[in-house]
Each structure stands twice: as structure tokens, then as C-alpha cells.
């Protein structure tokens, strides 16, 4: 089998598996957030919390208990990475400076997950499974629990009392989009937590380490010795990929081989990036009371998707430039144990969903291929996007579609019911000015400063694409790099951080702004005149 | 005592934090490593390790050189891929060079400087291995795009008017002086062997393709 | 021009059914009107009113910074672009002066009526005592008497007698109408003349507000508000424009960092050491943000009312406009509206040994005393099914006439012939009973025809004879039939393509109205309706969060009128009806709510159509621009140059032209509309988004290669 085959094949293979993950995990998912019930643990977790699980929240108190949460959560990370030295297992690292703390923190808790720092040489083995994984998997559950909330403002409105109603529970008041706490909490306990466990010994049985030790020295054939390190790597890395996270154990992420041994476990990895963005419009279907609605979603993720990951097969396989044509394929960057193809659909997947994971290294992709990576993120991360994030941001490009088609049908436009007035426009803009500006802002800065020069490693417009590819990835989440770029450095750290910070909850702010602008709106019956725009 | 609200809304966040750290990031992980010392997983949850007799010598899925001191090859050993991490196979220096397909042009090792040995363009790490490859196994190392003496055939080309116009003068960039540049002359102008230190900066970086084969990644055997 | 604009109104809706006469469209532009709003587009500048348009105020910013930049470094290059760019601005205001400039001439003709008129108020009503009083003095609820050949003072409502009024002023329609106390015809309009009688009437306007005020501030668009989802679109556009504007700040450090590291390349005119030179910048940005619909968004607004205004119908609110073009459910009152005012002989139906013709002539001879519309209608489907010539009364000197009375519910004729015949025609009831009281009786025939036209949602009405020394006995039926207007059906066909449901309003029967209902095509009837059940009606549909659009013009109307959507009320009607609705039809033509359903529908599409097409333009923009400014820093970007456009600077100067002309091209566009279609959503935005997404990438490849083929022989320009 040639590798262009076996590329097509593990391609079509993961599309397969994905599309047969769609309606059990989606419908799953639809269950778990509009369920009534409570597990045990979930109260005992309620109780230690001290929230009502009962409780509505309007928007804004949804939006502040979200913000309330991730702040808490900045800080605690921050202080636990500054003081790591001095606790178990800090394998005797120091602790981290103040502005690789703030950076980290605010990364991790974004779902971003962009590293300046090589774990296997900062992080000790505490601070990554009870700091950075727990992050994980909160980033990815906040990220869920925002886009359900955003869906529930569509369903909900003051004529009848929602969807809720009819599970038999009184319904909720007209403008409330559910209970922050309860999601964040069945998420974790009910979606993602299981998930990974299964995810995490199925990595382990492929040779994913999972052990507390320091590491051990070997004394290698050829006579050196080799520090083999140890660490709860597979537990991470499962959720790594499953929360769409991308923050790697170690600097080589995804590319090393106790994270990602083998082609399989590639596979495997992908696949956990991708499925639960791709079965969140599932789950949004069934909310709306509608799966053609979440049909009409995943379509418009699977066209730019597989646009994407076709390109950039495309584009990698034929390896325009200098030195892919010395070495006769564009293997600089990538691992043998994948290869060219498998790289590639690694890369656009990570780039496509807000993971940043990375298994080959995009500074050395070709140079359109690059560019391919880079429009994957700028797209703003729809296709699927992050867990939830990748829901509420093409439902929100939804809402901005609909306007304008509507407007040339000749009706004020709506979508899933719901007017899209001058209030939803506003929220809608003020969403997508966001990211745009924090990339435009950081690059224009970091290109007339001498820090923001400095860092640059390869020559030429390469060398603006490594800045651009650092604030895009930055603002949209995403935290994968054009590694080139040095950005080790205080004022890197203090502007990616902002900019993480900003383009992660400015947006979120404005998607549940839209949600409960939308909540508080009576439903409109659906008629012929009405258009639904399956494909954004 | 009521808190204000804003106090105890972060209250809640903070304990809603201490019961998820407790459960996904202690429990879960304990959880996951006491799984993985069932028999069947150990080996690999544990790193793969290899031993001869009591010594353990390698990891199974971890790379190592098999080179001397000096970096040179040990040539009863299967020879793998060179690796970026750290000064090679180091994993705790995990990394990737991050050259990208133009990285073409060398910055020259300073003369003067013994200890400084320059930053090698990836097109010239990639004709320099080709070569040391080539002899090491007695094969035909050369490439296009490669000088014969292994560093990447890029001329600076000046030209009249910027980016075009007639060639005014011409030099190769990753030879530097005294190395007789792999071309004599190019477009009729003489190349020069490249200065350390000197502006080329208004030159066009231009490679060569030169005559070498194409290079395919699976080459047949015939 | 206004007087004559105004004129077609009425010819335009009376015709429903023509396909071409009811195709919305405005008055061509004349080009001399684009010369004449010219001294406006200029005032128009003044950046204090600009403001309020964001995306051009943004290109007169950079106007004035690239005009400075002229001044510094003067070139030819410089200098063109600051004069397109300006011209940008000017072109924008054009369109909206020239929009306003047709509301204009019709203002100066409605202010024409509003000249100063001295009232005779009469304080102490009901005494007679007079006191002059200026008409723009008078209060609210005062009293004033106006007679024969005097101009009415104000809005109010006739409280004694009763005049016709000449409301040709507000109306542009010459024939009188009448005014009475009472009823639904008593709202009079200031600044409308009384030609004859004398009337009281309460005024109930306040001072400065009458309706005639209002409708020189409508069409003037003096204090237009902005309708909601043109509030929505700018916040849109504007968000796009902050976009822009970074992303071209942004480019600035890239540029200067790109001319840095690729040293060997040229400096150009877009671009040297020092980074874009902001003449390029400036234009750049220009040609980016959605210029073309950023001009063009006032003026469609204004010519959306204005289409209205010229269909003689009056919105009260933009926000009415627009959702009319929204409406779900239409309410249509079947009298009409739906069919024509009266009910008509359709059929005549002998019974049994009674020809035809003989049946046609008893029904004729019985009509000739029946001055009833239903009556009428006998003698002309005698005329014109069986040729029967129309006798007159005088005609037939041996007849008694026995009239039509609402108490006998018959009319006939007595003819002393010999032997004497009588002949009656009337209700099936009547006409029955008063063949039983001459002796005859009914044949078994006549109760089931009766039966079957009533089922049938039509009228019978029975013809009997009674000859001397013979019982009397049933002739045969005319069937009496609610007519539906011609193309009434395809209309409601249309409708429900657009996803609006009809819904018919009668005081029939239900049988009857079922029958009206299925022939004319309307998706539902209410029958038997009384003022309450529309009322209640339309709350049910509201409540399903539908929009309902209805007409009305009695006072009783008012409240559902106030409840409704979009109540159009008919210029006929009351002031409480009038007031109640946010539109008012001059015409009083109750079916023109369809048009005005296919006005604000087409509102939307201009807006949505141009936005498309604006932001469908950047496409070629891009390809222009782009390697203008960087081919010379990065030789591959000059693939991009598939236009193969002659030089930066002419590529730039030719995006900027094209983005200055496009707007003066759309001009008539955005004044007359898109065209619009009744058809499904999906087919709509189908062809739209062909017409004006994929024609908003092609054009401007066209326009700016032929602009660019001029512009390249301009000296300076190479």
C-alpha cells in the first residue's frame, strides 16, 4: 500500500468512527444536561460546594458564576505553580517565574494550553495531574456548560416555559439558561471523566506511560547515559485530547512517544480531539427539539473540515519549497512513526478544534500548508472547534448567516425562532470583533517592538507568519505554535496571556449575552417564509 | 454573618474547584495508575523498559544514538534518525529544530570566534547528514539543492533594480570564504565565497537545484 | 411630479390581477435629479451629520488625512485617490439627497394645502357663536364650523351634517367625497376643502401635528428613524468596519518588518522603508469596508417609504414597514377586499316546464322596480346571458310596480295584460309564501335548488307568476352570488408561497363563508365575526408569536387595529380608526395590504441583496490590492495579479474608482428596489445569492480591469 493510500484510508477510517460516535454520544449528551436527576456523588459534590442544583440562573448570573470560576481558578493555578518546589513530587524543579506562572495559568484555564516551557523540564509531576489536568478538564466542561447554555436561550422563551417542562419538572422562568454549577459539575462527572478513564488505559495499553516515578537511568548501548522519565502521562494525555485541550506533557507533545507511541494511538488521539465537538451538534439538535438543525450544523463543520484536512494532505504531500525538495518530502518536523499524511491530518485537527496538541511540528510544514493551519484557527475554530466553544462559535456565525439571508428573503431574520434583532446583531459582532482584534493588536505589537522581533527564528515572511501564528493561536484558544518563535520571555508571556485571556471569555460573555437575549424572546412559528440556512 | 454576594459566588467557585482537583486531578490519576499495574499494562505504563541481565539499557519506543563521544557513527549499530532533542536523544529535552522549508540561508560561524560554530540552515543540515550518510554507507549522498561538499547551493544574487533587472553580483551564501563556491559563475557574473559578517541583505537568496537526482522518499530498488 | 406620482396610486392598486402593473417599482431616476440633489449631497459632508453613517464618516476621515498627505507630498498618484475618495463621500450623501429630493416634491405640494386658514371656532358648542380663530391656534377638541368653499382647519371628526369634501390635496384623487356626522365616513383632514353644505367639526389633533404635518415630515424623511433591522445592519457594517480598520493598522508593522528582511527589493509607490505610505493605506481601508452598503442604507430606507407614499399609503412608523414585511396572517374582510362589493345574479334556474327565457324575462320584468345592487345585478345578467333588452318603468304604461321593500323582501310587477299577470321575485320565503296565499303551491322542485345554492354559499332568490284565474306558481331560482375579484386566488397562491396565511373576515353565515372562502383560495374564514372575534383572533395568533397585518376603518376597528401588527386604516374611516393603524391608505383600497406586505418584504431584500454584493466585492479587492502593495517584497505574491492589472498604482487607483462608481451604478437600485418575486425562501435566497453574491465577486473583477485600462495611460500613473 502506498502512503497516499494508507493516508486516504486512516482518514476515511477516523471519519467513519466518528460519524458512528455522533448519535449515541450527541444523544448521550443531550440526556446528561437536560437530565432532572441527581447521582449521589453529584449532590455529595453539590453539597461541598454549597449551591442549590435546582437553581436557575439568569445570564448574567450564569456569565458571573463562569468568570467567578475560571478566576478562581487562574489564581489558584498560578499560586500552585509558584510554589511547586516545595511540594510532593516537584522532581526537585524550581518554581516557575511570575510571568510563565500567569501564562500557564490563564492557558490552561482558557483551554488554550499554550506552553512556553518544556514539561518534562518545568512541571513536576503534582503540578500537571492535580493543577494542569484538572484545568482540562474544567476548561473543557465550561466550554460545554456555555454552549448549552447558549442553545437552552434558543429554546427557551416567555410564552411556554421550555423544553425542560415536559420532563415533568416545573419550567423554568423565561429568561434562565440553567445552572451553571450542575453543568460544570455533570460534565466533568458524567461525560468527560468517564470518558477519559476509558481513553487512559486504552493509551496505556499502547505504551503511554502512567507511573509516579522521578525516572530512570539507563546506560545505553553506544556507552552514554539516557534519563527515560516517568509520570502520570496517559491520564493527561486522555483528556488532553478529549477536552480539546492540547497542553503535551512534554515539549514534543504528541510528537513523543510515551504520549502517542504509536500510528494507532495517533488514530486513537484524533479521534478523541475531534468527538465530542463533532457529536456536541447532536446534542444541540435534540435541545432545539430538532436533528435536522444538528444535521445542518455537522454539515457545515464537515465541509470546512474536510476542506481542510484534504489540503493540507494535499499540500504536504506534494511539498512545494526548497528543502522539502532537497530531502524529497516534507518530513522535516514530522515523526516517522506517523509520516507525512498522518502528521498532517494531526495538525488540521488540532488546528481545527481549539486542541493545539501537536504530533509533528507546523513551523517546519510547508509554507501554504502553514497557511492552512493558520486559516483553520482564524476561521475562528468552528469546524468542530473546541469542546462546546466550537458549538457556540459556528451557532453564533449561524445567527450572523441568517441575518443577512433573511434580510434578502424580505423577513426579519430568525433563527431557531428567535428574531435576530439589533441586540443579537450586537452580541453576534461584538463576539466575532473580539478574536480579530486581539490577533491584529498582539501581531501589530509584537511586530514594531524589539521583544516581539527578537524571538524570531526563520528568515523572511516565515518569520512574521511564526508572531501571526502565536497571537492567532493565543486569542483563539487553540495553543499550538509555529514553535520557531521564542517565547520565553516576560513581555510574550504577559501579552499571550492577555491575549488568551480576553479571547477566551469576552467571547463567552457575549455568546450568553446573545442567550439570554434570545431567552427572553417569544418563540416565532416556523413558515414557508422562513429560511433555514443549512450550511453557514 | 451573610457574605455579600460576589464574595460568596467566588466562595462557591473556589470549593466547586477543590472538589473537582480532588476528583479529576488526585482521584482520577491514582485511579488510572492503579489500573495500569494490572499485568498486560505494566510493562508499558512503567516506560517500556529494556534490560540486559540486571541493567536496564533503553526504552522500547525511545530513541538513543548509537555514536561515540565525538558524535561519530558506531558503525555496528543500525544507525537512526538524527533527533533534535537536546544535544540528541536526550528526552529530557524533548523538541523539534522548527526550521521551516525556506530556512535556506546559514549565519556563518564567526572566524575569530572558535567556540561559535554558526547557525546551519536546515537545507544545510540536511545536505550536510546526506553526505556523512552517503560515505558512511557507501552510497551516492549527493541532493538537489546541495553543494558537493555538503552545505545548501544558495547564491545571493544582487541585482540592478532591486528584485530584477541585470545580475551585478552574485555569492554563495553558505560557502563561506575561503571555500571555492560550487559555481563558478552565474548569469556571467563570478560568484564569491560569502564574508562573515558582510551584508547581503539587498541579494535575492537563490538556490540551485544543481544535477543530483531527484530524491524520492521510497526509493525502488530496481 | 408628485401630483402625477401620486395619481398612478390608485390605477396601479386597482388592478390586482394585471401581472405587470402590480410588479413593485419606483420612478425611473432621471439623471437631472442626481444634478439637482447635488448642492445637498455637499451640504451633506458636514462630518456633525456624517457621524451617524459610521462607514462613510470613516472615509471621510481618510479623505481628510490623504488630502493633508496631497498637500505635503504632492504626485499625481496622491492626488487622484484623495479625489475619488472624496468623491466617495459625495456619491454616498447623493444617494441619500437624492432619495429625499423625491419626498421633497411631494412635500411642497402637501404644504401647498396647508395654507394659512383663519377657522370660525365655535366656543360654547352647541351655541352658535362664532370666533375667528387661526387654524394653527386651534387646541385640541375644539369646535369649528366650515361651509361650502372654505378649507377644513384641522384634523377632526364631522359631529353635525354632512358635506362632500374635495381631499384631492392629500389624496390626488379629484372626485369628491362625502363627510357625514356618524358612522364611518366623519373623520375630515385639515387642509381639504369643503364644496358643499356647512359641517361641525371637533377638532382632534394637537397643534402642529395634524396629518398633513405628518406626512410632509414622512415624505421629507426629516425625522426618519432608523427601523430595527437597519438598526442591526449597522451595528454589523460598523463591526466589519473595526475589523477592516485594524487589519489594516495591523498591516503597517508587518509591511515595514517585510520591507526589512526582503532588502534587495525596490522601494515602490505603495510602499518604502518607512513602511505603506497612508495614501495606500487609506485606500486599502476604503476599499474594504462594506462602502457600497454603508452608502446606500439611508437611501433605501427612504425610498422603502417612499414606494409607499407613492402607493398613496402613509406609514406612521419605519418600524411598521418592516413588518409588514414580516406578517404571518393576513386579515382581509371579505366585502371588498376579497370580493366585489355586491352580491350578483349568476344563474337562472326554470323548474320544470318553464323555458329559460321566459324565467330570464319574468326575473327581469320583476327586477325593473328593485333600485337594490342585487336587483340591478338581475336586469344586466338578463341583458347580458339572453339578450333581453332593459325596459324602463315608463316603458310599459299598463304596469303597477311594486318596489322592493326590506319588510315585503319582494319587488314584481302587476301587468294588466289579459289575462292580468303578476310576477314577483324576491327571498325564497316570501316569494313562497305568497304563491301558497294565491293558491298555488310550491312545486317539489323549487326547496331543493333553494337548498343547493344556499349550500353552495350563494343566494336564492325565488321568481313566481300568478296568472289570472290560474294558482299561482314558482317560475325558477336566480342564483345570487358573492363575486370574488379576478386573480384574487392566484394572489392568496402567492401568499402562501411566502409563507403568510389568509384569513377571511365576514359576517356570513359559515356555510356561506366557507364557500366564499374555498373559491377565492384563502387559507382560513372567519364567519359570523363580530368585532370582538378579530379582536380575539389576531391576540391568538400573537400569542403563537405571529405578526398580523390587517385593514379596518370603523371605529369599531380601532381597537383591532391598535392590536394588529400592521393595521392599515382607510383614509375613509375615523379618526379613531386612523389613529389605531400605523398606516393609513389614502386610497382606501383594502387590498392594497398586499402590496404593502410585498413593500416591506422588498425593504429587507434591497438591504440584505446590497450587503451581500458589498462585502462579495472585497474578493476582487484583494486580488487588485494586495499584490499591488507586496508583489515587489514578495515576487509570489504577484500570482494574485489575475487581472493582470498595469501597476500598483494603478491597480490601487482603479479599486478605489470602481468602489466610488459602484455606488453611483446602484443608485437606481437602492431607489427603485430589488425586484421582487413572490416566491418560497429557499427559491428567493437561491436566486439572490446568485444575483448578488456571486455577482458582487464577478463585477468588480470587470469593473476594475476596464477602469484599470483607462487609468494606466493617466501620466504619473505607471
Known amino acids: ?536 | 454573618m451573610r457574605l455579600p454576594a460576589w464574595i460568596a459566588q467566588h466562595l462557591a467557585a473556589l470549593r466547586a474547584l477543590l472538589v473537582l482537583t480532588v476528583l479529576t486531578g488526585v482521584v482520577y490519576p491514582l485511579a488510572v495508575t492503579a489500573v495500569a499495574q494490572i499485568p498486560g499494562l505494566k510493562y508499558q505504563a512503567d516506560g517500556s523498559l529494556v534490560k540486559i541481565g540486571d541493567s536496564t539499557v533503553a526504552s522500547a519506543i525511545i530513541g538513543q544514538g548509537f555514536v561515540d563521544k565525538d558524535g561519530n557513527p558506531l558503525v555496528q549499530y543500525f544507525q537512526i534518525r538524527p533527533s533534535d532533542a537536546g544535544t540528541g536523544w536526550d528526552p529530557t529535552a524533548t523538541g523539534a529544530s522548527n526550521l521551516g522549508p525556506e530556512s535556506v540561508v546559514d549565519t556563518l560561524p564567526n572566524p575569530a570566534d572558535k567556540n561559535k560554530v554558526g547557525r546551519p540552515s536546515l537545507l544545510t543540515q540536511v545536505c550536510t547528514r546526506s553526505l556523512k550518510v552517503g560515505k558512511l554507507e557507501g552510497v551516492d549522498g549527493s541532493r538537489p539543492y546541495c553543494t558537493p561538499g555538503g552545505a545548501g547551493a544558495v547564491l545571493g544574487v544582487f541585482h540592478r533594480d532591486g528584485s530584477t533587472g541585470p545580475v551585478t553580483r552574485v555569492v554563495s551564501l553558505n560557502e563561506a570564504c575561503p571555500t571555492t563556491p560550487f559555481l563558478a559563475s552565474y548569469q556571467g557574473v563570478t560568484v564569491e565565497c560569502a564574508r562573515f559578517g558582510a551584508d547581503y541583505t539587498k541579494a535575492v537568496a537563490t538556490p540551485v537545484r544543481g544535477d543530483a537526482p531527484a530524491t524520492r522518499r521510497y526509493r525502488r530498488t530496481p | 411630479m408628485a401630483v402625477t406620482t401620486v395619481g398612478q396610486g390608485p390605477a396601479a392598486a386597482g388592478q390586482p390581477s394585471g401581472s405587470g402593473g402590480r410588479r413593485i417599482s419606483g420612478g425611473l431616476l432621471d439623471p437631472g435629479q442626481l444634478w439637482r440633489s447635488t448642492p445637498d449631497a455637499l451640504r451633506k459632508l458636514n462630518p456633525a451629520t456624517l457621524w451617524r453613517n459610521p462607514v462613510m464618516f470613516i472615509v471621510e476621515v481618510g479623505s481628510v488625512c490623504t488630502t493633508v498627505l496631497s498637500l505635503v507630498h504632492p504626485t499625481v498618484f496622491a492626488w487622484l485617490i484623495t479625489v475619488w475618495l472624496w468623491l466617495t463621500v459625495v456619491f454616498a450623501n447623493l444617494a441619500e439627497a437624492v432619495a429625499e429630493g423625491r419626498g421633497k416634491a411631494q412635500a411642497e405640494t402637501l404644504r401647498r394645502a396647508k395654507t394659512d386658514t383663519v377657522a370660525r371656532r365655535l366656543p360654547a358648542w352647541p351655541a352658535l357663536t362664532e370666533e375667528p380663530v387661526p387654524a394653527t391656534g386651534l387646541q385640541l377638541g375644539d369646535v369649528v364650523v366650515v361651509e361650502a368653499g372654505q378649507t377644513i382647519p384641522g384634523d377632526g371628526d364631522v359631529i353635525e351634517g354632512i358635506a362632500s369634501v374635495d381631499e384631492s390635496a392629500i389624496t390626488g384623487e379629484s372626485a369628491p367625497v362625502i363627510r357625514e356626522s356618524g358612522g364611518d365616513r366623519s373623520a375630515v383632514t385639515g387642509g381639504t376643502r369643503v364644496l358643499s353644505d356647512r359641517i361641525v367639526v371637533r377638532i382632534t389633533q394637537k397643534p402642529g401635528e395634524s396629518f398633513i404635518d405628518r406626512m410632509i415630515a414622512l415624505v421629507e424623511g426629516a425625522n426618519r428613524q432608523k427601523t430595527p433591522n437597519e438598526i442591526a445592519l449597522n451595528i454589523l457594517l460598523a463591526a466589519l468596519t473595526i475589523i477592516f480598520l485594524l487589519a489594516v493598522a495591523t498591516l503597517q508593522p508587518l509591511a515595514i518588518y517585510s520591507k526589512s528582511v526582503q532588502a534587495f527589493a525596490p522601494d515602490s509607490q505603495a510602499l518604502d522603508a518607512t513602511g505603506l505610505t497612508g495614501v495606500v493605506l487609506v485606500s486599502l481601508l476604503v476599499c474594504l469596508i462594506p462602502t457600497t452598503i454603508g452608502a446606500l442604507l439611508s437611501a433605501i430606507g427612504i425610498a422603502g417609504m417612499d414606494r409607499l407614499v407613492q402607493r398613496n399609503v402613509l406609514a406612521m412608523s419605519g418600524r411598521a414597514v418592516e413588518a409588514a414585511g414580516d406578517v404571518n396572517t393576513l386579515l382581509l374582510d371579505k366585502t371588498g377586499t376579497i370580493t366585489l362589493g355586491n352580491r350578483q345574479a349568476s344563474e337562472f334556474l326554470p323548474v320544470d316546464g318553464v323555458a329559460a327565457a321566459a324565467l330570464a324575462d319574468a326575473a327581469q320584468l320583476s327586477s325593473l322596480a328593485d333600485e337594490t345592487p342585487e336587483g340591478r345585478s338581475v336586469v344586466v345578467y338578463a341583458k347580458t346571458a339572453y339578450g333581453l333588452r332593459e325596459r324602463h318603468p315608463g316603458e310599459l304604461s299598463h304596469a303597477t310596480w311594486v318596489e322592493f321593500t326590506a319588510q315585503t323582501r319582494m319587488s314584481g310587477v302587476d301587468l294588466n295584460e289579459v289575462p292580468a299577470r303578476r310576477i314577483r321575485k324576491g327571498a325564497a320565503a316570501a316569494v313562497m309564501k305568497w304563491v301558497r296565499d294565491h293558491g298555488g303551491h310550491p312545486t317539489e322542485q323549487v326547496g331543493p335548488i333553494v337548498d343547493g345554492i344556499s349550500a353552495s354559499g350563494g343566494t336564492p332568490l325565488v321568481v313566481a307568476e300568478h296568472l289570472d284565474g290560474a294558482p299561482a306558481r314558482a317560475l325558477g331560482v336566480i342564483h345570487l352570488k358573492d363575486v370574488v375579484k379576478q386573480g384574487m386566488r392566484e394572489r392568496f397562491d402567492e401568499m402562501r408561497r411566502m409563507g403568510i396565511r389568509t384569513v377571511m373576515i365576514t359576517g356570513d353565515n359559515p356555510l356561506t363563508a366557507r364557500a366564499i372562502a374555498a373559491e377565492a383560495g384563502v387559507d382560513d374564514f372567519l364567519a359570523e365575526a363580530k368585532p370582538e372575534d378579530k379582536m380575539a383572533l389576531i391576540k391568538r395568533e400573537q400569542e403563537g408569536g405571529k405578526l398580523v397585518a390587517m385593514t379596518g376603518d370603523g371605529t369599531n376597528d380601532a381597537p383591532a387595529l391598535a392590536q394588529a401588527d400592521v393595521g392599515v386604516a382607510m383614509n375613509t374611516g375615523t379618526s379613531a380608526a386612523k389613529e389605531a393603524g400605523n398606516m393609513v391608505d389614502l386610497d382606501s383600497d383594502p387590498t392594497k395590504l398586499i402590496e404593502i406586505v410585498e413593500i416591506g418584504k422588498q425593504l429587507l431584500i434591497t438591504r440584505g441583496a446590497l450587503t451581500t454584493f458589498s462585502i462579495a466585492n472585497d474578493v476582487a479587492k484583494y486580488f487588485a490590492i494586495i499584490p499591488a502593495i507586496f508583489a515587489a517584497v514578495y515576487p509570489g505574491l504577484g500570482t494574485l495579479n489575475i487581472m493582470a492589472l498595469h501597476s500598483p498604482a494603478s491597480a490601487i487607483l482603479s479599486a478605489v474608482i470602481f468602489n466610488a462608481l459602484v455606488i453611483v451604478a446602484l443608485i437606481p437600485l437602492a431607489l427603485r428596489g430589488v425586484r421582487y418575486t413572490p416566491s418560497s425562501a429557499a427559491a428567493m435566497l437561491r436566486r439572490n445569492l446568485l444575483v448578488y453574491g456571486l455577482g458582487g465577486v464577478i463585477v468588480p473583477f470587470l469593473g476594475i480591469k476596464l477602469i484599470d485600462l483607462v487609468v494606466q495611460f493617466i501620466p504619473g500613473i505607471s
Open chain 1, 1 to 536: 500500500m502506498s502512503d497516499t493510500t494508507a493516508g486516504a484510508v486512516f482518514i476515511a477510517v477516523l471519519a467513519l468512527a466518528l460519524a458512528a460516535a455522533y448519535r449515541p454520544l450527541g444523544d448521550y449528551m443531550y440526556r446528561v444536561v437536560n437530565s432532572t436527576r441527581h447521582l449521589r456523588v453529584e449532590r455529595v459534590m453539590y453539597r461541598l460546594i454549597g449551591v442549590n442544583p435546582d437553581g436557575e440562573q439568569s445570564w448574567g448570573v450564569y456569565a458571573r458564576s463562569v468568570l467567578a470560576f475560571s478566576a478562581v481558578s487562574v489564581l489558584f493555578l498560578y499560586l500552585f505553580l509558584r510554589v511547586q518546589h516545595w511540594l510532593w513530587l516537584s522532581l526537585g524543579f524550581p518554581n516557575v517565574v511570575p510571568s510563565g506562572a500567569w501564562n500557564t495559568a490563564v492557558s490552561f484555564v482558557t483551554n488554550t494550553n499554550w506552553q512556553w516551557y518544556s514539561g518534562e523540564s518545568t512541571m513536576g509531576h503534582l503540578v500537571q495531574m492535580a493543577g494542569l489536568a484538572v484545568q482540562n478538564f474544567a476548561s473543557a466542561a465550561v466550554g460545554i456548560a456555555v454552549a448549552v447554555a447558549l442553545v437552552r436561550g434558543f429554546t427557551r422563551g416567555s410564552a411556554k416555559s421550555g423544553l425542560r417542562g415536559s420532563a415533568g419538572q416545573p419550567g423554568p422562568g423565561a429568561d434562565q439558561l440553567g445552572n451553571f454549577w450542575v453543568d460544570l459539575v455533570r460534565i466533568c462527572v458524567r461525560i468527560v471523566l468517564p470518558l477519559s478513564v476509558l481513553a487512559a488505559v486504552v493509551l496505556v495499553a499502547g505504551g503511554a506511560i502512567q507511573n509516579l516515578s522521578a525516572g530512570t537511568d539507563v546506560h545505553t548501548l553506544a556507552g552514554a547515559t539516557q534519563h527515560i522519565t516517568g509520570g502520570p502521562v496517559a491520564s493527561q494525555e486522555a483528556i488532553k485530547d478529549l477536552g480539546t485541550n492540547g497542553g503535551g506533557f512534554y515539549n514534543a507533545n504528541s510528537a513523543h512517544p510515551f504520549e502517542n507511541p504509536t500510528a494507532w494511538t495517533n488514530w486513537l488521539e484524533i479521534f478523541l480531539l475531534l468527538v465530542i465537538s463533532f457529536s456536541l451538534p447532536r446534542t444541540f439538535g435534540r435541545l432545539v427539539g430538532s436533528n435536522k438543525q444538528g444535521y445542518a450544523i455537522v454539515a457545515a463543520m464537515v465541509i470546512m473540515a474536510a476542506g481542510s484536512i484534504i489540503m493540507i494532505n494535499v499540500l504536504q504531500g506534494t511539498h512545494p519549497g526548497t528543502v522539502p525538495a532537497a530531502v524529497g518530502a516534507a518530513t522535516e518536523g514530522t515523526e516517522s512513526r506517523f509520516g507525512v499524511f498522518n502528521s498532517g491530518t494531526f495538525a488540521s485537527a488540532t488546528t481545527l478544534t481549539s486542541t493545539g496538541s501537536v504530533d509533528s511540528f507546523h513551523d517546519s510544514y510547508t509554507a501554504l500548508g502553514g497557511g492552512v493551519l493558520l486559516l483553520n484557527m482564524m476561521l475562528g475554530e468552528v469546524a468542530p472547534g473546541g469542546t462546546g466553544s466550537g458549538l457556540y462559535g459556528i451557532l453564533i456565525l449561524a445567527v450572523l448567516t441568517v441575518f443577512v439571508a433573511g434580510l434578502m428573503v424580505g423577513r426579519t431574520p430568525e433563527y431557531l425562532g428567535k428574531k435576530i434583532g439589533a441586540r443579537e446583531v450586537k452580541f453576534a459582532s461584538l463576539y466575532f470583533l473580539t478574536t480579530p482584534t486581539l490577533v491584529l493588536a498582539g501581531t501589530a505589537v509584537g511586530m514594531a517592538t524589539g521583544w516581539g522581533k527578537a524571538g524570531i527564528l526563520n528568515p523572511g515572511a516565515h518569520g512574521l507568519s511564526e508572531v501571526l501564528y502565536a497571537f492567532t493561536s493565543a486569542a483563539n484558544n487553540n495553543g499550538s505554535a509555529f514553535a520557531g518563535l521564542t517565547v520565553n520571555t516576560t513581555p510574550y508571556n504577559i501579552a499571550l496571556g492577555l491575549a488568551m485571556l480576553l479571547g477566551r471569555f469576552l467571547p463567552m460573555v457575549f455568546a450568553l449575552g446573545l442567550a439570554g437575549s434570545v431567552a427572553g424572546q417569544n418563540p416565532v412559528p416556523e413558515s414557508a417564509g422562513r429560511c433555514w440556512s443549512a450550511s453557514p
